[in-house]
């Protein structure tokens, strides 16, 4: 992870997250939390993962893991992610659709390729975000809810096109269920294209999925893969300077630090000891019909 300093006006800071190669040939591209930027509004966590290309017989498997204190929100590019939780969610989620599970007071998830898709191989591309959620809400009953593609509001002007994954902007206010203010979209900018991000939120950034932008009037510009995080109350004209993808994300951010070690977040350090409590116990529910265990990270 490193930061990349700048001199653009309006921008705080432009984050350069490192590819990690999780195996098979699967990288993600973890943007939140950094040594630089832990959270942007709720968002404590930001993966890019892919793009992969899968061969016959081979596919993603994240196996039942626990979470605490957040939600976690899926969005598709490309491919398909089977989800199965301790609720007893079964869900195929693909490109457009939104998974949205609210962690809370504990859920326990795995996140695999199907196996009709195992057997003739295919792409996975997509990101997944943590919120952290309001204290107030940090042990609210766990909760998934899937969203269909057309569920989603959608603006598109000039060569713009923003999906609203999550939150309000542009007039738009997503159905997607949230806990606290805030800003998660999906922009799609036909080279030459401009967006005009309002101050609307307090605080926001863009993450350059693919392509390349540059803020209006200023020199430089920002590349795929980085993570451009914008001072409050500045209004900012984005131009592409080539067909370019973006994640808008961000909101108000919360009034208490936040602690997170492995897949749980808390406001409170002794929530957390908890929790690493109830998973060495195996306390958490399971996921039906899954029966792999994941030790507690060191």
Do not use: C
């Not at 040594?35 to 709720?42: I, L």
């Not at 002007?157 to 606290?180: E, H, I, N, Q, W």
């Not at 914008?230 to 993808?245: G, M, N, S, Y």
Request: hydrophobic share 40%; no cysteine; charged share 20%.
């Amino acid at each position: 992870m490193s930061i990349r300093s700048s001199d653009i006006e309006g921008v705080e800071s432009i984050i350069l997250p490192p590819v990690r190669d999780l195996g098979d040939g699967f990288t993600v591209r973890r943007a939140l939390p950094s040594a630089h930027r832990r959270m942007v509004g709720p968002f404590i966590f930001l993966d890019q993962m892919g793009p992969a290309a899968f061969h016959n017989g081979e596919g993603l498997d994240v196996r039942p893991h626990p979470h605490i204190g957040l939600a976690t929100v899926t969005y598709l590019l490309e491919g398909e992610i089977l989800h199965r939780d301790s609720l007893g969610s079964v869900q195929a989620i693909q490109p457009g659709e939104v998974n949205w599970m609210t962690a809370g007071s504990g859920i326990v998830h795995s996140e695999r390729t199907s196996p009709e898709i195992r057997a003739t191989g295919g792409s996975l591309y997509g990101l997944q975000t943590w919120v952290a959620l309001p204290k107030a809400a940090e042990e609210v009953d766990p909760d998934f809810t899937h969203y269909k593609a057309d569920q989603i509001p959608v603006t598109e002007a000039d060569g713009t096109r923003l999906t609203l994954v999550a939150g309000s902007s542009d007039g738009l206010v997503s159905p997607v269920k949230t806990f606290s203010d805030m800003v998660y979209a999906d922009i799609v900018m036909v080279d030459g294209a401009r967006y005009q991000l309002k101050a609307e939120h307090v605080e926001r950034a863009i993450y350059v999925v693919s392509g390349a932008v540059e803020v209006i009037g200023q020199t430089g510009g920002f590349a795929q893969g980085e993570l451009i995080v914008f001072k409050p109350d500045t209004e900012i004209v984005l131009k592409a300077q080539a067909p370019t993808r973006l994640m808008l994300l961000g909101g108000e951010p919360l009034p208490e630090q936040r602690h997170i070690f492995w897949n749980f977040v808390s406001s409170s350090r002794e929530r957390i000891e908890q929790a690493k409590e109830d998973w060495l116990a195996q306390r958490f529910a399971k996921v039906p019909e899954e029966h792999e265990f994941i030790p507690l990270p060191a």
